[in-house]
């Protein structure tokens, strides 16, 4: 009982190994909970209103989340983690919109959409966590390091500013291109497949096949990564505290699916939110250099311009767009989706 209880207290990345274990048991179900209960059928189809449901539970359990991360760890931990899951959650309608790229690229049914994004939510769980951990052990070993995520936000946001919209083409994406290289793919899905056994074109030897399912969960992890390259330095730039880190990441990254059916069809009414995400991810580039310099900027400083920011992007994008249709059934670019195309070249 005393061994328990030490594991429990000892210190992991900053906080007792229970708090960790207690946010992975809350992940866990609420990820059995959405495959086991809400979704047991794999071809379940998500209409719009079932996805602002899903949508509202996964914010509420977030900010009730945070609203005991402000009780239990202090004010300063609470804001932190308010500011940087309201980034993230920003952040993602960007992953909305390349993934609804991928799926029209790739021709996927909207009944076989939700079995990518839950296993690609894996993916980005373990992503995540790969790169907030390293993130946490450079910065705590190199604090310069700070430096040069200021100044990549800083670049980020004016390229953000400055890029003029344009549809990336999936097709070029060299990562596809390297997977048709390399990998047998079918040309028609298989159901909710991701592989399928098939005799080869030659040989006639049943061999394994990816199906263009696999393809397009690849490429959804790909986005994820790319992205990530922005959204990991700029929630450091908010907080060094792992935990907070994570924690808030994780949430904003779990509604994601339930996010993406409802705003799929309407992404394009947020095409002025990249000048407000830009406008942040200049912020809190300048916010690492004043706290280097200077000393920590006050936590509700940080939430309050974040807050604004992007609330006026999102009502500007409301009211400049009313009645604008999609562009060809898909949505056009609004936001660091540019900046993939960039990454790729």
């Known amino acids: ?34 495959l086991g209960v809400l979704h047991r059928d794999p071809d379940h189809v998500i209409e719009v209103k079932e996805s602002l449901w899903l949508s509202a539970m996964y914010i509420s359990l977030a900010l009730a989340f945070g609203a005991w991360v402000w009780w239990y760890l202090g004010a300063q931990s609470g804001m932190e983690y308010m500011t940087g899951f ?9 992953n909305v919109f390349v993934i609804a790229l991928i799926f029209t690229y790739f021709a996927i049914p ?38 040069i995520f200021g100044a990549f936000l800083l670049i980020t946001g ?3 500013l400055w ?25 028609e899905l298989h159901g909710h497949r991701f592989f399928v056994t098939q005799p080869h074109p030659v040989t006639n030897k049943a061999v394994v096949w990816a199906t263009p399912l696999f393809f397009a969960l690849i490429l959804v992890e790909f986005a994820d990564l790319v992205f990530a390259v ?3 330095p700029a929630i450091f730039a908010i907080t060094q505290d ?19 059916f409802a705003l799929a069809a309407v992404i394009h009414r947020f095409t002025y939110l990249k000048y407000a995400l830009a406008v942040v991810l200049i912020f809190i580039g300048c916010k690492i250099f004043y706290n280097q310099i200077y000393g920590k900027l006050d936590a509700w400083i940080s939430l309050t311009v974040t807050f604004s920011l992007l609330a006026a992007g999102v009502l500007y994008s409301l009211w400049k767009t009313r009645g604008a249709p999609p562009v060809n059934g898909v949505p056009p670019a609004a936001g660091r989706a540019q900046a993939v195309v960039i990454k790729q070249a």
């Open 158 to 160: 004016i390229k953000m």
């Open 1 to 34: 009982m005393d061994a328990l209880l030490a594991f429990l207290t000892a210190d992991f990345l900053g906080k007792a190994t229970w708090l960790w274990l207690m946010f992975i048991g809350i992940v866990i179900a609420l990820l059995v909970f959405d």
């Open 110 to 147: 909207q009944k076989y959409q939700h079995r990518v994004l839950f296993w690609g939510i894996l993916g980005v769980i373990v992503l995540r966590a790969i790169m907030i951990g390293l993130g946490a052990a450079i910065v705590s070993e190199w604090s310069w390091v700070l430096w």
């Open 242 to 260: 792992p935990f907070i880190v994570y924690t808030s990441n994780i949430f904003a990254i779990l509604g994601l699916r339930a996010l993406y």
């Open 230 to 232: 922005d959204s990991v």
């Open 86 to 94: 309201l980034i993230e959650k920003s952040l993602a309608l960007d």
């Open 163 to 187: 890029i003029i919209d344009n549809m990336p083409d999936i097709g070029t994406n060299p990562l596809l291109k390297f997977l048709k290289k390399h990998m047998r793919v079918t040309n």
